[in-house]
C-alpha cells in the first residue's frame, strides 16, 4: 500500500487543523492506521491509531482528548483532527499501515510509511 498525507500548515496556538492520509491498493479495511510525528533533534513518536474497521482507536498521552482519528474505508483515507493545538505538537506527521487490522502504538509494528506532512504551531 502506497499512503500520501496531507494538511499540514501554520496555525496558531489553540487553532486545528485536519491532517489526511490517502491509501492506494486494495483491502483498506484489513490495514491498522497510525499517525506519528516527529520533531527537529527528537525520537518520532506515537500519536493515534485506528483499526481496520474503526471500532477501536488509541492515543498517545499527549494529544488525548485534543485529537481525533478516524477512518473513512471506502475513501481509503484515514484522518487526524487535531484541536486545541499547542506549540509543542509542531512536528512533521507521518501516517503508517500495518497488518494486521489491530491498533497499535509500536512504530515497529507499521511497514508502510507515508511522506509526511509539516505541522507548525506558533505560540
Known amino acids: 500500500v502506497q499512503l500520501q498525507a496531507s494538511g499540514g500548515g501554520l496555525v496558531q496556538a489553540g487553532g486545528s487543523l485536519r491532517l489526511s492520509c490517502a491509501a492506494s491498493?486494495?483491502?483498506?479495511?484489513?490495514?491498522?492506521m497510525g499517525w506519528f510525528r516527529q520533531a527537529p533533534g527528537k525520537e518520532r513518536e506515537f500519536v493515534a491509531s485506528?483499526?481496520?474497521?474503526?471500532?477501536?482507536?488509541v492515543y498517545g498521552d499527549s494529544v488525548k482528548g485534543r485529537f481525533t482519528i478516524s477512518r473513512d474505508n471506502a475513501k481509503r483515507t484515514v484522518y487526524l483532527q487535531m484541536n486545541s493545538l499547542k506549540p509543542e505538537d509542531t512536528a512533521v506527521y507521518y501516517c503508517?499501515?500495518?497488518?494486521?487490522?489491530?491498533?497499535?502504538?509500536?512504530?515497529?509494528?507499521?511497514?508502510?510509511w507515508g511522506q509526511g506532512t509539516q505541522v507548525t504551531v506558533s505560540s
Open positions: 503508517a499501515a500495518k497488518t494486521p487490522w489491530t491498533t497499535s502504538s509500536f512504530r515497529t509494528d507499521y511497514r508502510f
Open positions: 491498493g486494495r483491502a483498506f479495511s484489513t490495514y491498522g
Open positions: 485506528i483499526s481496520g474497521s474503526g471500532g477501536q482507536t
